[in-house]
């Protein structure tokens, strides 16, 4: 359907159009109303390239953009990848957890715990990003019950803030882009810090204005003086908040907020579902501020973008509170919690992470963003241009046209999902120089093409 698609596919438009006709009014999508726009079909993926279909053409070829909301890093049907799932699968995909263990399980903790920041000793593995937030939330208030403050019930957390879909997460995030309004009795009301002062990438650094800063901290020490009795912990997602704007904050906030919860008996949960492993330029975004969390939330990338897969971890301090409180247990445990093909193919997806390179091919795309969007800035309807390692964000004035963008970038081989006033881009690590050439190129024509 897009004139100018990259690879034109033949014989297989029939399935597409057939495919989108039955979804339509069937399927419900992402925040979409049951009679949406049509979404495109994906026939196949393979590398950085993702094989699509519309309704009423022939399929084609283009280059992901979004790497499958942040968790596609290896690229689509990465071998090694294919490999531990088919093996896991040849041995057993799912057994409960519940008085059971096995072997992908064991070696994921393992991992993880090595690989996060030191201090972080013990998982949960959850079975999607909201719950791993459920599974924080709950540790926070286990905890401050098992040190005997049962009052401390309450969350801090940030304006502009995003941790996902479920309850008790979508209190913690933000009021108005978090719809609360819309179930009122079913939301318990948190505490909210305006945003944090915004940073940008100067010569490798995170740099923010700091009398912006010192005001900032002075409101969250303000803040949490007043309610330290009721306040389990702060909820942060470190220095980039993503669905909440795709924007980068002073990475000396999340200090600030890491010695304030100290100083008052709270505890901070890093919620690095979409910046883990790699995303920002570091491996953790709190590695921005040197920051440890008590409790930390991954996700998202965590398998590669094979299978749904969280891990909620603890420090030691935290796991001592609850097992040594009369309760003992950490009250949670789904069906599918450590599913085995999941946590077999995260293990490959973290050692596939390791062997890669990950640092210079994530400091790659950063500078080819760089160059390939900057053209972009010039534009009439573009406020802002930015880039922090392998995310770069195209933030226009008013609303983006967000099917005629995504129609006008698939006309130029791109596969993009814009939302409120951004069109912006995080590709696989695989992505090669060209893929992020052409990534940015065919960005700023859609957003020329449609908004001028
Ligand atoms: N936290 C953050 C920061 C996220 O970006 C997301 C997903 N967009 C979530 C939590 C929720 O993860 P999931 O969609 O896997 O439930």
Not at 32 to 42: I, K, N
Not at 131 to 138: D, F, G, I, P, T
Not at 155 to 164: D, E, M, Q
Not at 334 to 353: H, I, R, Y
Request: aromatic share 6%; glycine share 12%.
């Amino acid at each position: 359907m897009p004139e100018a698609a990259g690879a034109v596919r033949a014989g297989a438009a029939a399935p597409a159009c057939g495919l989108i006709a039955r979804d339509r009014g069937l399927l419900w999508h992402p925040y979409a109303p049951l009679d949406g726009d049509a979404p495109y079909a994906v026939l196949g993926a393979s590398g950085t390239r993702l094989t699509l279909g519309a309704a009423d053409g022939t399929p084609f070829d283009a280059v992901d953009a979004m790497s499958s909301w942040w968790s596609a890093i290896h690229g689509y049907r990465n071998p090694v990848l294919d490999r531990a799932l088919l093996d896991q699968a040849g041995r057993f995909s799912h057994v409960m957890f519940g008085g059971l263990t096995h072997g992908p399980a064991v070696e994921l903790a393992e991992r993880l715990v090595a690989m996060t920041p030191d201090g972080l000793d013990h998982v949960f593995l959850a079975d999607s990003g909201s719950v791993s937030v459920e599974v924080a939330l709950k540790l926070a208030v286990q905890c401050q019950l098992g040190r005997g403050r049962p009052r401390r019930t309450r969350f801090l957390a940030l304006r502009g803030g995003y941790h996902g879909d479920t309850f008790a997460a979508m209190g913690v995030c933000d009021p108005v882009d978090g719809m609360h309004a819309a179930f009122p009795s079913l939301i318990a009301e948190q505490l909210f810090l305006p945003r944090p002062p915004a940073a940008r990438l100067v010569g490798g650094e995170l740099l923010a204005d700091a009398e912006a800063l010192a005001k900032w901290v002075g409101t969250l020490e303000d803040t949490v003086a007043r309610h330290r009795d009721e306040l389990a912990a702060i909820i942060v997602e470190p220095v980039l908040q993503g669905a909440g704007g795709m924007d980068a904050y002073a990475p000396g906030a999340l200090a600030a907020m890491r010695r304030v919860a100290s100083d008052n008996g709270l505890l901070l949960i890093c919620d690095e579902i979409a910046t883990g492993l790699g995303r920002t330029g570091k491996l953790f975004a709190s590695d921005w501020a040197g920051v440890v969390p008590d409790i930390m939330c991954v996700g998202k990338a965590l398998t590669g973008g094979y299978l749904t897969l969280a891990a909620t971890l603890c420090s030691a301090g935290v796991a001592r509170a609850i097992t040594g409180s009369p309760l003992r247990a950490l009250l949670h445990g789904p069906t599918f919690m450590g599913n085995p093909l999941a946590c077999a193919v995260a293990c490959a997806s973290l050692d596939l992470l390791a062997a890669s390179g990950w640092e210079d091919r994530v400091r790659g795309i950063r500078r080819g963003l760089q160059d390939a969007l900057k053209p972009a800035a010039s534009l009439g309807a573009v406020r802002e241009v930015r880039v922090l390692g392998a995310v770069g964000v195209v933030e226009l004035s008013g609303p983006v046209n967000v099917p005629a963008v995504t129609r006008a970038a698939l006309g130029h081989g791109v596969w993009v999902r814009p939302f409120r006033n951004l069109v912006y881009t995080m590709p696989p690590y695989t992505s090669t120089p060209a893929d992020v050439a052409e990534i940015g190129a065919g960005i700023t024509a859609a957003i020329r093409e449609v908004h001028g």
